[in-house]
C-alpha cells in the first residue's frame, strides 16, 4: 500500500479560515503573516485521527483564491513562502502530509501572462495562452472575471508542469486539480506523467462533479476524483429515508474502487456543510459512518467535525456561511459540538485498523425501506466490518453473515450465530471481526 492508500484529509481554505481580507492587497502592503496559526491546528488534525492538511488555495490571487494571479508566489494575505514552508516542515514532524490546490484551468485577469496578452495582443509571447471568443477571450462558466487557459498550447502545459514540480520540490505531497472536469483529459496524462517522472510518489486528485469520473484515472493520469455521486446520495437518501438511493450509488462506488479509490467526503468549501443539509440531526452518525466505513480516501472539511452549520447560497458573497474564519487555535472551539467530534475520532480509529477499507468492495444484505446493511472484507486476511444503518423511526432488523463480531460503534446489537442486528429508531452499528 502506498502511503496515500493511507491518507485521511483535514480540509482547510486558508484565506477564509484564517480571516483574511477579500480582496489582494495593494501591491505596496507588507505580506499578513497568517499561515503560522495553521502549526497550531495540526495537534487538531493529528486528534482527529487525520493525517493529511489538504489546503484550499495559497498562491496570490485576486479574491476567494480560485482567481490566480501567481502560481510561484505566496499569497500576501496569508504570509511569504517561509512561512509556507515552516507549515510544511511542521507538518512533516507530526507525519502529516501537504495537499495544495491548483487552478490550472483559468486565472484571474492580473495573471501578468494576461496582462501582457491584452497588451500587446498576438505579439505577445504569452498570446497562445488564451482563447480569443469574440470581443474578450473564453472564460470559465460565464464567470467574466476567471479567464481559461489554452490547454491546447504546449507552453501552458510547461507552466503547469513547473508549478506542480516547484512545489512539490518544496515537500508538499499532492495537488487537488481544480475543475479537473473542465480540462482535457490528454492534457492531465502529459502533466502528470512528466511531473512523475521526477515525484514518482506524488498524488493527484481532480474536482470532477460529473462525467466519467474512472476516465480522469484511466486517461487522465489521476490518482482519484472528487466522488459526487455519493456525496449526494448520502444526504439526499437520509433525508428522503431511502435506502435504495444509497444502495444504487454504492454500487456505482464499487464500479470506481476497482479502478481507483476515489476521494470521498460529506462536505467540502464548496456546498451546504453537511450538518444544515441533514433534515434530521441524528442522520449525521450515519453519514459518517458511510463516509469511513466504504472504499475511497476520506476527507473531513474543518467545522463539520463539530457539525458546524453553513448554508451555500448561489449569490455574491454566497460561500461565507460554509467558508468561516476560525479561532486562532483549537482551544477557542470551545465545547459545542464536541460529542461530534468524539464521534469522528471513533470512526476514524476504526477506519485506521482497517486500512484495506481504502480499496475494499460494499456488499449489500439487507434492503428494505428504511434499513440498509453492508459488509467488507480485506482481501487476503479475512478482516471484516459491517454495517448497519435504520433510516426511519421505527425499530427495526437487519441481516449480516453469520461471524464473530465484535461491536465497534453504534447503538445497536447483533446476535452473531444469525447475523440478526436489532436497530433502535435512528440506529447505527458497526462490527468488525
Not at 481532480?206 to 449526494?232: C, M, N, R
Not at 467488507?376 to 471484516?384: E, I, K, R, V, Y
Request: aromatic share 10%; net charge negative.
Amino acid at each position: 500500500m502506498s502511503w496515500s492508500d493511507h491518507a485521511i484529509w483535514w480540509q482547510v481554505h486558508p484565506l477564509s479560515f484564517l480571516g483574511a481580507e477579500s480582496t489582494a492587497l495593494p501591491t505596496d502592503a507588507p505580506p499578513r503573516h497568517r499561515l503560522p496559526v495553521l502549526v497550531d491546528w495540526l495537534d487538531h488534525l493529528v486528534g482527529l485521527g487525520c493525517n493529511g492538511l489538504a489546503l484550499g488555495p495559497v498562491f496570490a490571487a485576486e479574491t476567494h483564491g480560485y482567481d490566480t494571479t501567481d502560481h510561484f508566489r505566496v499569497d500576501p494575505r496569508l504570509g511569504t513562502e517561509d512561512d509556507l514552508l515552516e507549515l510544511v516542515e511542521r507538518a512533516a514532524a507530526r507525519g502529516v502530509r501537504i495537499l495544495f490546490d491548483g487552478v490550472f484551468n483559468h486565472v484571474g485577469r492580473s495573471f501578468a501572462p494576461f496582462v501582457d496578452v491584452t497588451r500587446h495582443g498576438s505579439a505577445s509571447p504569452y498570446a497562445d495562452w488564451f482563447v480569443p471568443e469574440g470581443d474578450d477571450f473564453r472564460t470559465f462558466e460565464g464567470h467574466s472575471h476567471l479567464v481559461a487557459l489554452n490547454h491546447a498550447s504546449p507552453a501552458v502545459a510547461d507552466h503547469v508542469v513547473a508549478v506542480l514540480d516547484h512545489w512539490l520540490e518544496r515537500g508538499i505531497a499532492s495537488w487537488r486539480l481544480d475543475a479537473a472536469y473542465a480540462v482535457p483529459r490528454p492534457f492531465w496524462r502529459t502533466v502528470t506523467e512528466r511531473v512523475r517522472s521526477r515525484h514518482p510518489g506524488a498524488w493527484f486528485s481532480g474536482e470532477v462533479i460529473h462525467g466519467d469520473y474512472a476516465a480522469y484515472v484511466t486517461e487522465g493520469g489521476l490518482d482519484s476524483v472528487t466522488q459526487y455521486e455519493l456525496w449526494k446520495a448520502i444526504w439526499s437518501s437520509l433525508n428522503d429515508r431511502n435506502p435504495h438511493e444509497l444502495a444504487w450509488a454504492l454500487k456505482r462506488h464499487n464500479a470506481m474502487v476497482d479502478t481507483f479509490a476515489p476521494q470521498t467526503f460529506v462536505g467540502n468549501h464548496d456546498v451546504t456543510r453537511v450538518a444544515s443539509r441533514l433534515n434530521e440531526p441524528r442522520h449525521l452518525a450515519h453519514a459518517l459512518t458511510v463516509l469511513f466505513t466504504v472504499g475511497g480516501t476520506p476527507s473531513v472539511y474543518a467545522g463539520d467535525e463539530r457539525a458546524w452549520p453553513g448554508v451555500k447560497e448561489e449569490r455574491a458573497g454566497g460561500d461565507d456561511a460554509i467558508r468561516p474564519a476560525f479561532p486562532a487555535s483549537p482551544s477557542g472551539l470551545g465545547s459545542d459540538g464536541l460529542p461530534v467530534e468524539r464521534l469522528h475520532q471513533t470512526l476514524m480509529g476504526i477506519r485506521r485498523r482497517h486500512s484495506w477499507l481504502v480499496r475494499a468492495q460494499t456488499r449489500v444484505h439487507t434492503l428494505d425501506n428504511t434499513v440498509l446493511s453492508y459488509t467488507l472484507t480485506a482481501p487476503d486476511s479475512g478482516s471484516a466490518v459491517a454495517v448497519a444503518l435504520n433510516f426511519g423511526l421505527a425499530p427495526a432488523t437487519a441481516d449480516i453473515p453469520a461471524a464473530s463480531w465484535t461491536r465497534a460503534a453504534g447503538d445497536a446489537s447483533v446476535e452473531p450465530a444469525t447475523g440478526s442486528v436489532s436497530l433502535p429508531p435512528l440506529g447505527w452499528f458497526i462490527a468488525t471481526t
